[in-house]
């Protein structure tokens, strides 16, 4: 038997260039199962946009700097209580979109941090980004981090192919959604469905995601080789 592709079917490949790092990159034994508050660290005055980890140029969304700026200039009380909180390394390119767009004064560029306290970013979250590169090799790409994101507890707005690996575990797990690249409006009315507390978030599907639970699986998988 073609051994090789049947274990692919337990998760979709990761980038050949993703590396393995200290803390939990591909499950998690689950901080939200553990009982763990999603709000713990949130404030009531704020609302936070969060990036966490490498933020390259070619995973610049543009069209959802362009649909935060439009939310801005149209609510008020959003404008108001906007953090774009961006943790690790972030390219120049992305820094400059955003202050394009107007957005400067609410980025917070914080950079390296220590996984705990990204992790905590990411519980403080209002809506977690999750932004794939635009390399047609990347609807297969599953990035670590996306475990990180559902361990959380927090909505993931994910930009990439809609029909890849990705997207697929936020449909999945319940946490979120995946939209094109340039589908402005969807995710212009995400960010609003998050906002007004209208977003189809509801986690139920997460725990087959957790290490015990992918242990489990690929128990299985080898059981039937």
Known sequence: PDWSRRAR???KPCHPRQRKREGPSDSWEGSCAAG???DEHSSP???NITHTGLFAEDGNPLALWDAIADKCAEDEAFAKALKIR???KVDAAIIAALAERGLADHVDALGYRSHDEAVAEQRAAGL???PLRQEPEYRNVLPGKIFEYLASGRPVLGIGQEDGAAAKVLTD???GVMYDWYKAGQI???IDAVWDGTFPFSPSGIGRYTRSALTHRLAELLGSL
Do not use: K, Y
């Open 9 to 11: 079917t337990l998760r």
């Open 36 to 38: 763990h508050s999603a």
């Open 45 to 47: 005055t704020t609302f």
């Open 86 to 88: 961006l943790v690790g």
């Open 128 to 130: 977690l980004i999750l």
């Open 173 to 175: 797990s319940g946490v």
């Open 188 to 190: 212009r009315a995400a």
